[in-house]
């Protein structure tokens, strides 16, 4: 499926009606240029999940976990990671076995450990602060 957003608020709704589609265990791997919306639709993700914790990007912590919601959700952003092999250093697979939403920023660069999983690509637009949003793997 394929959404249009023109304000970090639309992005963030397109993840708040999302979230109502996961389950225990769901992975949703972003791609998407540096500043396209990735962290915003996330935002979303934890209001859909009705997590009340900020959301902020985990740029420098690999991992940012948010509970208290429907679901934990785990942010995790895979930039500095060389390929899937790190993936054991910083723990992923118990954050898939903890029963959570995994939302994985630069999912490009761990694509071989992420089988099965809901993509989002958030792509600029050809208006000012336009996203095309491609969903797969989930259906409405």
Not at 64 to 93: K, S
Not at 105 to 129: H, L, M, T
């Amino acid at each position: 499926m394929i959404r249009y957003s023109r304000s970090e608020m639309e992005t963030e709704n397109i993840g708040k009606e999302l979230a109502k589609l996961l389950n225990a265990g769901s992975i949703v791997a972003f791609t998407g240029d540096l500043g396209a919306g990735k962290t915003a639709f996330v935002r979303g993700l934890a209001a859909g999940l009705r997590i009340e914790s900020r959301v902020t990007s985990p740029t420098f912590t690999i991992v940012n976990e948010y509970e208290g919601g429907r679901l934990p959700l785990f942010h995790f952003d895979m930039y500095r990671l060389a390929d899937e092999d790190e993936l054991f250093d910083i723990g992923w697979e118990d954050y898939l076995n903890r029963g959570g939403v995994c939302a994985v920023e630069w999912s490009e660069n761990i694509q071989g450990a992420i089988d099965g999983c809901i993509y989002v690509d958030i792509r600029r637009g050809s208006k000012e602060n336009e996203r095309v949003i491609t969903i797969e793997g989930v259906s409405e």
